[in-house]
Structure formats: C-alpha cells, structure tokens
C-alpha cells in the first residue's frame, strides 16, 4: 500500500462521543493503510512535550553498553531497548 503523506489525526475528536466514532475510523485506516500517525491537540502542555525530545535525545546519545544494559532481550517484561 501507498500513502501520500503521514496521517495527522485530532486526537480531541476522541473526547466527545459525537466525534469519537470518525476518529476511531481514522486511527483505524491511518494504522492499517500506513501503520504510523500523527496526533495533534493532545492537550499535554509543550513543555511536556520538549522535556520528552531532551529525554529520549540523551538516552539514545548514551554508550552502546549501557543501552544494551536494560535490551528487551533481557527483561522479563520485554520492554526496554532494542537496537
């Protein structure tokens, strides 16, 4: 399957029942069609948002060893880092 671009889905349409079944249709079509999506209007405050980026940034800026330390392969759970 192509797409054309990356979906962008609203995600305050899920928050009223009067919008949330077209939202559901569009999460549904954006995952089986493209299988990755966009959210707006999370409504997580921007900063969140930047402190997540600064995060996720340092983990993957760590040494390989460490990274490896908590692989998925690893944990019981099977979360964790996988490269």
């Known amino acids: 399957m192509s797409f054309a671009a990356i979906p962008i889905l609203d995600l305050s349409l ?3 029942a009067a919008t949330k ?4 249709a569009q ?11 966009y959210l ?5 405050p921007q900063e969140l948002v930047r402190e997540v980026c600064r ?4 983990f993957f800026d760590l040494p390989e ?6 692989e998925m392969k690893r944990q019981p759970s099977f979360l964790g880092y996988s490269r």
């Open 27 to 37: 999460l549904r079509a954006a995952l089986l069609t493209v299988g990755f999506l």
């Open 65 to 70: 060893g460490e990274k490896l330390a908590i």
């Open 40 to 44: 707006a209007n999370t409504g997580l």
């Open 55 to 58: 995060e996720g940034i340092a």
């Open 21 to 24: 079944p077209a939202f559901l």
């Open 14 to 16: 899920a928050r009223s």
